[in-house]
Structures are given as structure tokens and as C-alpha cells.
């Protein structure tokens, strides 16, 4: 099993873009032995301290194999919206790891 943590910054005024994108990538996760464990849009007076910019959004998904991930990224419904994605992120940063 594996777990992803993902960090996404939406561009300013993107947010109803990166939604739609959302609409359609979150679902997909299940189709790949893959769960949303939680998705948190964290107010920004929530963080205590920090070292890097306040994403808009938390990802935790966690996936049964690396090889579902993989099959995930490279589904064909999700490649056919990769432009809202490409369109409402301005960046985003992945964090694999393994529950201990």
C-alpha cells in the first residue's frame, strides 16, 4: 500500500476551473484500488507555523500497489481534462510514503 500527499496551489480566480478538473479526477481514484482518504481546504489562520506557501487544498489518497497510482495518472478520461488542471493549478507538490 501506498500513500500520496498532495499539496495544490489553485491559481487566483481558477478555483471553480480546478472544481470541474476535480469533479471528474476524484472518482477516477476509486477505479485504480485508490481512496481519498481527506481533502481539507485549510484556512489560512490555521496554520501555527509554516516554511512554505498555505495550499489551497490537502490531499491524503492512499493506493493498493505504485502500479494502480501509475494506471491512475495514465487514465484517459482524466488525460481529456488535464487542461482544466493545467489551467487552475498553478503548482502542486507529491509526497509518496508507506504507512509504518
Known amino acids: ?19 470541474e478538473f476535480e469533479s471528474v479526477a476524484i472518482p477516477t481514484i476509486a477505479k485504480y484500488n485508490g481512496r481519498l482518504l481527506f481533502r481539507v481546504r485549510p484556512p489560512k489562520e490555521s496554520f501555527i507555523e509554516a516554511q ?29 481534462i488535464l487542461h482544466l488542471k493545467e489551467q487552475s493549478i498553478k503548482a502542486s507538490v507529491l509526497y509518496l510514503g508507506q504507512k509504518l
Open 1 to 19: 500500500m501506498i500513500h500520496i500527499t498532495q499539496l495544490i496551489y489553485v491559481i487566483e480566480g481558477q478555483e471553480a476551473v480546478f472544481d
Open 52 to 80: 512554505i506557501e498555505a495550499p489551497y487544498e490537502i490531499h491524503l489518497v492512499e493506493f493498493d500497489a505504485h502500479e494502480d497510482f501509475q494506471n491512475f495518472m495514465k487514465d484517459e478520461d482524466r488525460k481529456k
